[in-house]
């Protein structure tokens, strides 16, 4: 029998919104590996440091993923693309990115590929496929992002509010990363993710693991373990609150935390 893959997500930074200028956290992204395949997704200030802490060697990225024209979702690209390809001397990986990011200045003859794309299209990378997703963001043309592999699917939400007509997007997901933005009881922002988004969107997809990350301020405050836990009790679904070196390797079910303390946010 085949041995399922090896996959790890990698969370570099949770900060979003505000907290990121207010240095409340790193807004590296996140990165994905399934076997040799490793993905950088919205590299945002802190993705080089937080990646070393996490132990993650960016010259191993096969693809970087920008999904919207907000600082803390691109401007770390082209340090990456310098990790990645050795400033320039071995010409390699590929770049995505939503169409409000055409004319940003990315080191784009360091790479092997780069394409924009808009919501629903797909690009290959061997065994792993992603498909781009709807948003509904203040970037009107920012985009999530849904990675198949024969073992698993991972959906990530990006920025977006709520809209009944983007949860298709979402279904046959396996985990479902939210960028939970602000907590419970918070004013309303069609543009972000709250705790009562995240609930509704949870109720109708059922993955088997809810992950939430990319916090605001507000969110710190309210501590986004309570607001992880709060949404398991509504929805039933397994809830993790990412932070900074979260690690988890959902096909062996383990979770680590490669920083020292577990119970601070
Ligand atoms: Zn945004």
Redesign the pocket.
């Known amino acids: 029998m085949k041995n399922s893959m090896d996959c790890k997500i990698i969370f570099l930074g949770t900060a979003g919104?505000n907290a990121t200028y207010q240095q409340l956290r790193s807004a590296g992204g996140m990165v994905l590996k399934f076997d040799d395949k490793q993905f950088h997704i919205d590299p945002g200030p802190g993705a080089l440091s937080s990646a070393r802490e996490a132990s993650v060697n960016l010259r191993e990225t096969d693809a970087i993923f920008a999904t919207?024209n907000?600082l803390?979702?691109y401007n770390d690209v082209n340090a990456v693309i310098n990790a990645m390809t050795y400033a320039g001397l071995d010409k390699a990986g590929t770049l995505i990115f939503s169409k409000s990011l055409s004319e940003a200045r990315f080191f784009k003859d360091f790479l092997n590929e780069f394409s924009s794309l808009g919501p629903q299209q797909s690009k290959d990378f061997d065994e792993v496929t992603v498909r781009t997703l709807r948003t509904k963001?203040?970037?009107e043309s920012?985009i999530g992002l849904k990675f198949t592999t024969p073992d698993l699917t991972i959906t990530y939400t990006s920025?977006t509010g709520y809209s009944k007509d983007i949860l298709s997007d979402y279904k046959n997901s396996d985990i479902l990363i939210l960028n939970n933005v602000h907590p419970a009881k918070t004013k309303k922002d069609s543009?972000?993710l709250s705790t009562e988004d995240s609930i509704k969107i949870l109720k109708v997809v059922k993955p088997s693991l809810a992950i939430i990350q990319h916090y605001g301020s507000k969110m710190y405050e309210a501590n986004p373990l309570y607001e992880a836990r709060n949404i398991q009790k509504e929805t039933d679904i397994q809830t993790i609150a990412a932070k900074d070196g979260l690690m988890i390797n959902p096909l062996s079910k383990s979770v680590s935390l490669r920083q020292k303390s577990l119970s601070q946010y």
Request: aromatic content about 0%.
């Open positions: 919104s919207h907000h803390n979702h963001h203040s970037d920012a920025d543009n972000n």
